[in-house]
């Protein structure tokens, strides 16, 4: 799985956009970038994924370059509760392929009153 | 999303004991399952790869004596801590993924916290 680089962390005022970058310069066209997040003393939460398009939910949107080298996570109207480690992972497509998801260090997202 | 359910949430135990820790998933079939293992401040370590009816896949430098995986069933895998010792003590997470054919997201069970006193 490619290695991802994401900033050590962020600040972001409520009711902001936050947005979170990640470089994955050497991903391969068969992975999928997907972004999960982990609130203190939970498990992580699946956010968004994608492969080359742009994507929107109900909880963000997810920007991809051209090159697929990097993207950034937007969270349109920041709150308290999105205070959390933001995780870029890049991963296999396919099933068979084993599609692990190794975590790195992650992105401490502070959201300010 | 689907959800992933860790039984216990924490769990306190003896130096030399077992501890089991079980991670269902309650509304879809998991053919996968991960094992994670987490210290204080730092990422998700991957620990070993758990197919249903097969033998667990450890991550380099995991024990697998010592961490004991069983995945029986499609909705069950249960992790066994065995001869616990406090360095052991880190908050331990699984994860279950569907069997379509596709790459589908991995949900997250809530964590259980192991202190080995």
């Known amino acids: 799985d490619a290695k991802t680089t994401q900033p050590t962390s962020m600040d972001c005022a409520e009711g902001r956009a936050a947005n979170l970058p990640c470089n994955h310069s050497?991903?391969?066209?068969?992975?999928?970038v997907y972004w999960y997040r982990q609130i203190h003393s939970q498990g992580p939460q699946y956010i968004i994924h994608g492969l080359k398009n742009n994507e929107t939910n109900e909880m963000a949107s997810l920007i991809i370059t051209e090159d697929r080298k990097s993207s950034t996570l937007i969270l349109p109207h920041a709150t308290l509760r999105d205070t959390a480690v933001y995780y870029c992972?890049?991963?296999?497509?396919?099933?068979?392929?084993?599609?692990?998801?190794?975590f790195g260090q992650g992105t401490e997202l502070s959201v300010k009153p | 999303g689907a959800v992933v359910s860790q039984h216990p949430s924490w769990v306190i135990c003896k130096s030399g004991t077992s501890v089991k820790i079980e991670c269902r998933s309650l509304?879809?079939?998991?053919?996968?399952m991960f094992w994670y293992r987490q210290f204080p401040k730092q990422s998700l370590m991957l620990m070993a790869t758990s197919n249903e009816g097969s033998k667990a896949t450890y991550e380099q430098g995991v024990e697998k004596d010592k961490f004991l995986i069983n995945h029986a069933s499609l909705t069950l895998s249960t992790l066994t801590v065995t001869s616990a010792h406090p360095e052991d003590s880190s908050f331990y997470i699984c994860?279950?993924?569907?069997?379509?054919?596709?790459?589908?997201?991995?949900?997250f069970g809530q964590g259980t916290r192991l202190t080995v006193v």
């Open positions: 050497t991903i391969s066209g068969n992975e999928y």
């Open positions: 992972i890049v991963r296999a497509l396919l099933y068979n392929q084993g599609g692990k998801l190794i």
């Open positions: 994860s279950a993924r569907g069997n379509s054919l596709m790459n589908t997201e991995a949900f």
């Open positions: 509304d879809f079939q998991a053919t996968t």
